[in-house]
């Protein structure tokens, strides 16, 4: 008799949504937008907030809430989408702007003070199922840093960096492998920190696992993502990392960990990909050559299919994530993220009469991107048959009945991912035979020659 049933499923999550607000007395438009959110935003739940670390920023957050189906996604995307155009509204009235992360106006030298980030925070009681999201994250952040890097934006155009935000900040650091974390576990872990790099706090690091200091049910907290311009591009992030979430909890369940790997190693190619975004190399863990970082970010995606089923996931909702990607890989000059999309919208601005850049950003970040986000617009308009071709592949990975796959397999093929070497299969294991072993020659059907030995002297006869 069937007594309980358990499904792996997301969890909570929270994402606090920044912009930047630009006038000439931006400090000052900051401290009335948020003592007017009972006004702007009386019949909504999002929050409005500051930015500890950047006065002109503000940050609209979705409080913890469940990502876990379609229609719970699409209902926070419309809450968020109408409160950015009140706050923007309410921003214009008073002479200011608003303006997502990274775009430069004109006369304005400081670029640190248009910098901003969008932090997802991820709610997890257990501590196993913690502990390897967290060193999950670190293992796949080059690729995730990538994915997600914003390049910087003025009137001159776009720059070729992967990420400016973390190209010119100071207190962001690639996270240490985790053993555990537990607040004493932590505690020692924060003393090495700060004797060997001078890191004294746990929100420095590019994966926080304690947002609240001290307490072990506090949420992690990802600093890495850059902010989006476009809501959906936020929400096809949040769709992927509550994926690897899945993919913990698939591990924790089958016995899993993620062990220590070489931290300069990592370090190395987060360096890469933060400053040529899609465009790096990745080395590898014996350092004899490189992959590509798109190459290994499309292999991670493709990888979780079953978890993106679980999720419900729509192909609209994951599209500006791996269609760019695809079509790259096909030879086409597809858009694969928000920089690529800034650098077009900058050529088409160009071309008209009285364009403007920084506006046409402002009436982009405030569309609708149902049902269809600007990236795969673009995209589908440049290249329909093969982008087609791409929906009706991923159509496939989506569908229940299509692909389908075990739930212990899936951690199964993630470690062996991880240590570069095919699914362990014990009938094959035990069915190879001495002869196949790689510190042997194969036998080429013929029998062995002896070998020559010296022949013995014949005794002497008495």
Known sequence: MLTKLYRFGPCRQRLTKAYVIWGNRSRDLVKEVIHARSKLLIDSPIQICGDSRNQ?????????????KPECRRQILDRLLDSVRRVSEFVSNRGGKLL???????????????????????????????????NLLRLYSPELIALTGRAGVSSFGVD??????????????????????SSRYLDCMLQCLRRDFGIAQLDLLDINPQAQRGEESSPVELRFTDGQMLLSTARSHAILYQSLFIRARLMVNAGFRI????????????????????????????????DSVVKSALSLIRDLAFEFQTLETEYSEIAPLVLGLYLRNMGCGGLRNESDLLRTLFKVSRHEEGGSFIKRIQEEMTQDCEPIDRITYWNCQAFPERSQIVRDIWDGYLSTDANPRLESQAPRDLISRLLN??????????SKSRSDSPDRPKSKGHPRKPRNRRPKPNKRSE
Do not use: Y
Request: charged share 20%; glycine share 8%.
């Open 100 to 134: 997502p992360n990274a775009v430069l106006p004109d006369g304005l030298q400081k670029k640190k003070k248009v910098l901003c980030g969008d932090t997802h925070f991820f709610e997890i009681g257990n501590l196993a199922e913690k502990e390897v999201f967290c």
């Open 421 to 430: 070497r095919p699914p362990n299969n014990r009938k094959n294991a035990h």
């Open 259 to 290: 062990f220590p790997s070489s931290q300069d190693h990592l370090e190395r190619n987060r360096t890469q990909v933060i400053a040529k975004g899609l465009g790096a190399q990745l080395a590898t863990s014996s350092g004899n050559h490189r």
């Open 56 to 68: 002109q920023a503000i940050c609209l957050d979705t409080g913890m809430v469940w990502w876990h």
């Open 160 to 181: 070729s960096f992967g990420s400016r935000r973390l190209t010119e900040s100071g207190h962001h650091f690639a996270s240490p492998c985790l053993p555990s974390v």
